[in-house]
């Protein structure tokens, strides 16, 4: 019986991976009645729908409205439903030990198309919620996803420049580091955070596909008012694939944070400023 139950289990498996690869495959109609199809199967409340006139999909739920451009990560992504999408974000990056009050700053560099905010707002949290995403699309769609919060079209480095961004948005993999595969490269600002006259940030989300050390780099001069810093730090800097763990935990164990959680296979690691109450 429980041979033939990873049996069964195993072959489900495959039948999803390849009715998802014929659904991204798909022109939009289908796409979206691929989608939808299995996600009522799911009993999900999630819908996908294409705008003609904007050129661009929406997902929608009986609480939110999202808009994006790539098929095969949002498919991934929204399958789950939309709220699920937001807390497990939320988990991965280990918001669950943050205790978040109203009013709140959170910097999310590397927002893509801002779905760590619905984390916060499945918590019923009003914190003030800035997104800042490089990759023009990406930031398209968050700048409508986040209404009325603030969105940024900047990258984050160590010096104010004009930067080469390597496009990817297939896997939201857009970077500043050449990788292995991109569909096109654009030219972007980049900024300090130091730069922006922030009082005081609760958290400072970073997810910056190798470039994360030149983002806290670029942050040193804000690091004493940043309670909390939640990374990315997976392999993906570069065509050699580098992790960015031991470069970015050694900078802000100088800085007077100390790391408090960390996840694998996903690198993600939470570093608390010393000093900082965890209530």
Known sequence: MIFFSKYLRHHITILDFIYRKCAVASNATIFCFMFNLRARLKRRDVRFYFNKKENIYIAKSKNYKRYFFEKYQNYNCYIAGIEKRGISLGEAYFLLKIKFRD?????????????????????????????????????????????????????????????????????????????????????????????????????????????????????????????YISADLGFERGVLEESTLVPVTNFLLKHNFELIDFSSPRICALYKRIGVSLN
Do not use: M
């Not at 009325?148 to 004009?162: C, D, E, Q």
């Not at 297939?170 to 730069?195: G, Q």
């Open 103 to 227: 009013n709140d700053t959170v910097i999310d560099c590397g927002a893509n198309t801002g779905d760590l905010k619905i984390y916060f707002d499945e918590k019923k949290l009003k914190i003030n919620y800035i997104g800042i995403e490089p990759s023009p699309k990406e930031y398209f769609c968050l700048s409508k996803n986040i209404t009325p919060s603030k969105a940024i079209n900047i990258g984050l480095w160590n010096v104010t420049s004009n930067l080469t961004l390597y496009v990817s948005s297939f896997n939201a993999d857009s970077s500043f580091f050449e990788p292995k595969a991109y569909s096109h490269k654009v030219t972007i600002p980049a900024k300090r955070l130091d730069s922006f006259n922030f009082q005081h940030i609760r958290l400072l989300k970073i997810e910056a596909e190798g470039a994360e050390i030149e983002a806290l780099i670029g942050s040193e001069n804000l690091l004493a008012r940043i309670d």
